[in-house]
């Protein structure tokens, strides 16, 4: 193992010492237990008077659900981020990695290499039970999760990217406003943008920004019968992959930038 | 050979400069010692030293590199003045990471985190967690860190601060013993005895200025103490 790899150990078993570890874990345990709750209620309802079969309402509340759930496992990542790095340099704990023959690069990659260990492994826990249980009981295809779930893990790497350069230049409370407002905007402007031409700031950020949640109810649409989500799956995915990379050399680049005082 | 070089080293914070044209050298095998008051400028230079901060202007190499390239910190033992360490990591583990980090073989790395614990007296707490160690203690666990590896350069930023008298005897005994295989010493400290007795070169910096530079007999007077030599240099 070389540096990078030892770095990343200790900054995943750092992102699991920390208080919040025991809280995801508690919230992807409650998720879990909600959908296994949701996906095994009686198999009719009522909708305006009329009684449906659940197995028809199954494809858009999957996906509602899996899209809630993906956007949950994007902010934690966020959150997790938005001083994973920065609290090592405030307390002066990175002098001593950077003294030795670390790239600053290495340093910063593996601190985000230690958020998203845990951010993704909830997120695996999560989403891996929501395809199990949609599959099993709904009759789901379990592709389309798949697939889902690629685009839920690069969300993840864009937003803790993000966060973590962020945090480099604003406080800690300023950080955490910005990911968990950017996150659910984001995917605001993406639930409008699917259904209706929006236009505006709101539109642009649909049409520009890191899409959340568009990548993965792209990924998700075959679960829908006879409803159609505008967008190619495709090309919004290769959007999503693009800001992932672009965020972690944004990020690679301020820590690059940044004065060690300690 | 030249280990670390400041040459006309310039640091400014905003409208506050730190350093304003530092040069010093260090050759291999030297040890030099950095005095200065609060203030003057000593952990400044020795961040630029190590590449965590860029120089407004001048030069900064070590071991005849930038300092932002990582393999000139190869072969560096360093000693923070504020020393960090993870509360919940035991003694021997947070060695084994950093003999990692110092890219010792992976069939030397026990050996030399053993070497480095027996050295400073910290064996028997091997085992235990960093949080529950004593202030001296770190201090020791910091010096074990900074000579892993035999390192041929040793920057140390007030070695011996929250050492009691025997951590401080033993100190000097680590560094002499590191002086004796050859390694160079880059010492910043107030304590004017310690450098006195470990460092064979003094430069003293005032308000981010060299203001005095060279062995001890160059500088002082007849009768002089270093602490008079000190005193006269930042004082005028």
């Known amino acids: 193992m070389n540096g990078f790899g030892w770095l990343a150990r200790e900054a995943i078993a750092d992102a699991l010492r920390r208080r919040i570890a025991f809280a995801v874990a508690l919230a992807a345990l409650a998720s879990v237990a909600l ?35 993906g956007l949950w496992g994007i902010a934690l990542a966020g959150v997790l981020a938005a001083d994973h790095l920065q609290s090592t340099l405030d307390d002066g704990s990175a002098l001593l990695a950077l003294a030795r023959p670390i790239s600053r690069d290495a340093f910063a990659l593996a601190r985000l290499a230690g958020v998203l260990g845990l951010s993704l492994g909830a997120g695996a826990l999560v989403l891996g039970a929501a395809i199990a249980l949609l599959s099993a009981r709904s009759g789901l295809a379990v592709a389309p999760a798949l697939a889902a779930a690629a685009a839920c893990a690069l969300g993840c790497v864009a937003v803790a990217a993000l966060a973590m350069a962020a945090s480099l230049a604003l406080p800690r409370a300023a950080t955490l406003l910005l990911v968990l407002g ?7 402007a993406n639930s409008l943008g699917s259904f209706t031409e929006v236009g505006g700031w709101l539109g642009a950020l649909d049409r520009f920004g890191p899409p959340l949640a568009s990548a993965m109810a792209l990924a998700l649409a075959p ?5 159609a989500i505008s967008g190619d799956s495709v090309r919004v995915t290769a959007r999503l992959a693009a800001w992932a990379i672009g965020a972690v050399l944004a990020l690679v680049y301020a820590f690059r930038r940044v004065e060690l005082r300690g | 050979m030249v280990t670390l070089e400041l040459a006309g080293a310039v640091k400014r914070y905003g ?47 070590l071991r005849g590199c930038s300092p932002f390239d990582p393999a000139a910190r190869r072969g560096v033992g360093y000693l923070p003045e504020r020393l960090v360490l993870p509360e919940r990591a035991s003694v021997r583990g947070f060695l084994r990471l950093h003999a990692a980090l110092a890219e010792i073989a992976a069939p030397e790395r026990e050996a030399e985190v053993e070497r480095a614990l027996a050295t400073v007296g910290l064996a028997g707490r091997a085992g235990d967690r960093i949080g529950g160690l004593s202030k001296g203690l770190r201090q020791r666990l910091g010096f074990a860190n900074a000579l892993l590896g035999r390192p041929e350069l040793l920057i140390l930023d007030e070695p011996t601060s929250g050492l009691d008298p025997l951590g401080v005897r033993d100190a000097r005994g680590w560094l002499q013993a590191a002086r004796e295989r050859g390694a160079a010493l880059l010492v910043s400290s107030h304590g004017l005895s310690e450098v006195e007795r470990t460092c064979d070169r003094i430069a003293i910096l005032n308000e981010g200025r060299l203001v005095a530079s060279g062995a001890l007999a160059e500088l002082a007077q007849p009768g002089e103490s270093l602490e008079d030599v000190f005193v006269r240099a930042v004082r005028g």
């Not at chain 1, 296994?36 to 449906?52: A, D, K, M, Y």
């Not at chain 1, 950017?182 to 605001?188: P, R, S, Y």
């Not at chain 2, 005095?35 to 952990?43: D, M």
């Open chain 1, 182 to 188: 950017g996150v659910w905007l984001t995917a605001f």
């Open chain 1, 223 to 227: 679960w829908l019968d006879g409803v």
């Open chain 1, 35 to 69: 959908l296994e709750s949701c996906t095994s209620c009686s198999p009719s309802l009522t909708v305006n008077g009329e009684l449906r079969e659940l197995t028809e309402l199954a494809g858009p509340a999957g996906l509602g659900s899996f899209v809630l759930l």
């Open chain 2, 15 to 61: 409208s506050r400069t730190a350093l304003a044209g530092v040069s010093l050298r260090l050759a291999a095998g030297e040890a030099l010692g950095l005095l200065g008051p609060n203030g003057a400028g000593k952990t400044t230079a020795l961040r630029l030293l190590l590449g965590f901060t860029r120089a407004s202007d001048g030069g900064v190499s």
